[in-house]
């Protein structure tokens, strides 16, 4: 896996791992945890954009992502004007795992800004529903 993708899935669990009421006992336990998705976030973004090992392996003049796609491969989706639209990293089951929207805002996260992926708790394949909300990158 690229550098700095490795993270993710990390920083996923540490982000998720600590419920509400931790958080409220222990703030700095939460400030830790946003702290490495933060990290997370942006060790894709340093991968997917510093790749010398030539993985980045997708131009796809389209303006979407492909929803599946090779374990540990990222897609690039344009606009209709050429520009760039959309990264999307795919997880070791080849659903996608996070993305970084490049062409619009969702308020306050700006451009670029990024969306986790997780995963249905039944197994079953994610669904829309399953991409996360942006945070700025």
């Known amino acids: 896996m690229p550098n700095g993708l490795w993270a993710i899935p990390a920083a996923r669990a540490a ?5 509400a009421a931790v958080c409220a006992l222990a703030p700095s336990l ?3 945890a946003a702290q490495a998705a933060a990290n997370a976030a942006q060790g894709c973004w340093n991968a997917m954009h510093n790749e010398a090992d030539g993985s980045f392996n997708s131009n796809n003049p389209n303006a979407s992502n492909p929803f599946r796609g090779e374990p540990g491969d990222v897609s690039q989706s344009n606009n209709s004007k050429g520009n760039k639209s959309q990264e999307r990293l795919y997880g070791d089951d080849g659903y996608p795992d996070f ?9 306050n996260s700006g451009m670029p800004h990024g969306h986790q992926w997780d995963r249905p708790t039944d197994g079953s394949p994610p669904k829309n529903s399953n991409r996360g909300p942006d945070f700025p990158l």
């Open 15 to 19: 982000a998720t791992a600590i419920p």
């Open 30 to 32: 939460c400030q830790k």
């Open 99 to 107: 993305d970084i929207d490049y062409d619009h805002s969702h308020g």
